[in-house]
C-alpha cells in the first residue's frame, strides 16, 4: 500500500489529535465540577445556615439565665439526697427516733432540753447533739452518765466548763454513734 501522508504530517496529525483529546477532556472536567457545584451548592448553604442557627442558639442559652437555674437546680437536689441519705436507714440497726426516745428516757424533770439534733454523713458516725438547762450539777450529772450507759454511743462529750455553775446549768453534750451498732 502507498502511503499518502508523509512522516510530518503524520506526525502533525497526530499532535492535532492528542491536543484535540486533551480539550475533550478538559471539556468533560469541566462539565463535570459544573455538575458537581450545582448539585453540592444547595447542601452547602442549607448546612452553613444551619450551623449559623446553632451557634447562635448556643451563644444565646450560654447568656441566659436558664443554664444558671439548672445549675442551682442540680445542686439542691444534689442537697436534698445528700439529707435523705441520712434519714435513710442503712446498715444501722436503729433510727433516729428510737435514739431520741433513749436520750429522753434519763432526762429528769430538772434537765430542761432546749435542742436535741441528730447528724450523719455518708461513711462517717453519726452524733446526737444535746443542748438545754439543768436546775443543778447532780442532776446534770446523773443524766450525762445515763446517756453514757446507752450503747448505742461509742463516745459522749460533756465539757468540764458545763460545771462550772451551781444552778441553772447552760450545757451542751455530744454524743458520738457507735459504728457497730
Not at 502507498?2 to 486533551?22: A, D, N, P, T
Not at 445542686?75 to 441519705?85: F, M, P, R, Y
Not at 436507714?89 to 433510727?95: A, R, V
Request: hydrophobic share 45%.
Amino acid at each position: 500500500m502507498l502511503y499518502l501522508l508523509s512522516e510530518e504530517q503524520k506526525i502533525k496529525i497526530s499532535r492535532e489529535y492528542s491536543v484535540r483529546r486533551f480539550v475533550v477532556f478538559l471539556c468533560f472536567s469541566f462539565a463535570v465540577a459544573l455538575l458537581a457545584l450545582v448539585f453540592i451548592a444547595p447542601s452547602y448553604f442549607l448546612s452553613h445556615t444551619k450551623q449559623t442557627v446553632v451557634e447562635e442558639r448556643a451563644t444565646a442559652l450560654a447568656q441566659s439565665n436558664i443554664t444558671e437555674q439548672a445549675r442551682i437546680a442540680a445542686l439542691s437536689l444534689e442537697d436534698a439526697q445528700k439529707k435523705i441519705a441520712i434519714l435513710k436507714p442503712g446498715t444501722s440497726s436503729f433510727s433516729p427516733q428510737d435514739l431520741f426516745r433513749k436520750v429522753l428516757s434519763y432526762k429528769s424533770s430538772q434537765i430542761a432540753i432546749a435542742s436535741l439534733s441528730f447528724w450523719k454523713e455518708p461513711r462517717r458516725d453519726g452524733e446526737v447533739k444535746i443542748a438545754g438547762v439543768a436546775e443543778n450539777r447532780e442532776s446534770l450529772v446523773l443524766y450525762v452518765k445515763g446517756i453514757e450507759k446507752i450503747k448505742m454511743f461509742s463516745k459522749v462529750d460533756f465539757p468540764v466548763s458545763n460545771l462550772a455553775k451551781d444552778k441553772n446549768i447552760n450545757f451542751l453534750i455530744s454524743a458520738v454513734l457507735s459504728s457497730r451498732e
